[in-house]
């Protein structure tokens, strides 16, 4: 992408902010197991930073979204992935459905006070038994009357235990199950709602993740996004700046990995020199930057055919592909190079470590993007070749 002086600008902005307000904090926040999201995100909204490539008339900066990937490549610095996780699920899972589909009075109610801060949002898509497999969620979203009545489940709900409202993905009639779902903007403090104690996790400590169950929630039916059934679609949609997002976020991180690397294995000493002047680590190193610099490639790639109006189902789902697989590569290959070192928990390589594997998981398996390049590339299976469904994977999974 040729970047302007209002890119190099906006890096600066997010730059500042997270040396100013978030790394400082990190540490403790991840040894919390959360941080303080509405005071965190008021001071981003206050920048302009949660509404970057959102309408005007709401509070964004009505950007193109080249400007929301340069934003989320500087996220990638924050010192954890909870966090940029959080501001993600925000800014690029909960919101992109709401500021192109909502009503006016829809973005009015929720989408302001998502860009400016005030409120926190989260995703409600992936349930136990519907993960990956969107097209199998359970949760209903039955009329009566003016309103819609909830009932059922989400689980690995980023965000939810701070958040003020959910974008929620319900079947809301017996119909084909692509078919029969819609997008629904629900705020957390309605009646039946409630939360499972924050889940433990892996990594992202710092973020908050918990089970959301509904038990009779009742909502206007005016909370509708968009046409009733085409809820599938859009969360379609909506996941190709989820993963554009996220490959952009794991860039400089990744990069980060290498570089403290490098100093380490220059500092120390073995067998009377310097560890990275073994060539098994100073070329395996360079291998590593040259794939970042190639996933750099194809996310810069994906967004400016995005910003062009085209289709980047398939360059996003390689993304979100190379993004996972990548970063397991990186951490993996790079801890083994601090020796015991990298095997303490505070390690910042080992943090990335735990950190990242939820790439491979969270807003698609690694199988689930394998499945939708292969329908693209027109070698997915169909009905009779008795090996795989004429419904390819195209959804989503894990903490979200």
């Known amino acids: ?54 309408p005007e008339a709401y509070g964004g900066m009505g950007l193109d979204y080249s400007y929301s990937i340069v934003a989320a490549e500087e996220f990638g610095t924050i010192h954890c992935g909870g966090v940029p996780m959080a501001i993600g699920v925000q800014t690029d899972m909960c919101t992109p459905a709401l500021a192109r589909f909502g009503s006016d009075a829809l973005r009015d109610e929720f989408l302001r006070p998502a860009i400016s801060g005030e409120w926190v949002g989260c995703i409600g898509v992936s349930e136990t038994g519907g993960g990956s497999d969107v097209a199998s969620i359970r949760t209903t979203a039955r009329k009566d009357g003016d309103d819609y009545v909830i009932n059922g489940s989400k689980m690995w709900i980023t965000n939810s235990p701070s958040a003020d409202f959910m974008c929620l993905l319900a079947n809301t009639s017996d119909g084909k199950p692509h078919s029969n779902k819609s997008l629904i903007m629900l705020p957390m403090n309605t009646p039946g709602i409630s939360l499972s104690q924050p889940l433990d996790k892996l990594g992202m400590r710092s973020s908050e993740t918990a089970q959301v169950f509904f038990d009779s929630v009742r909502v206007p039916q005016r909370y509708l996004l968009g046409q009733e059934g085409a809820g599938f679609m859009m969360q379609m949609v909506q996941f190709q700046e989820e993963r554009l997002f996220g490959a952009a976020n794991i860039l400089k991180g990744l ?136 419904n390819p994977p195209t959804q989503s999974d894990g903490v979200r």
């Open 1 to 54: 992408m040729l970047f302007t002086q209002e890119h190099d600008a906006l890096r600066r902005t997010v730059r500042q902010f997270i040396d100013k307000e978030i790394n400082p904090y990190v540490d403790d926040w991840e040894a919390a197991g959360s941080f303080p999201m509405h005071a965190v995100f008021r001071k981003a909204g206050e920048l302009g930073l949660l509404g970057i490539s959102k």
């Open 255 to 390: 990069e980060h990995c290498v570089s403290s690397t490098i100093a380490y294995c220059k500092e120390r000493q073995t067998f009377g020199q310097p560890l990275i002047n073994n060539q098994v680590i100073h070329f395996r190193l360079a291998e590593l930057q040259t794939e970042i610099e190639c996933l750099r490639a194809l996310v810069y790639q994906a967004t400016e055919l995005y910003v062009a109006g085209k289709d980047v189902t398939q360059l996003a789902s390689m993304a979100k592909l190379k993004a996972g697989r990548l970063g397991r590569e990186v951490t993996d290959a790079c801890l083994q190079y601090w020796g015991g070192m990298g095997y303490m928990w505070d390690n910042p390589v080992a943090r990335a470590y735990r950190d990242v594997r939820l790439v491979s998981i969270g807003g698609g398996a690694d199988e689930i993007m394998l499945g939708i390049i292969c329908k693209l590339m027109g070698t997915l299976p169909g009905k009779g070749s008795g090996t795989s469904s004429a």
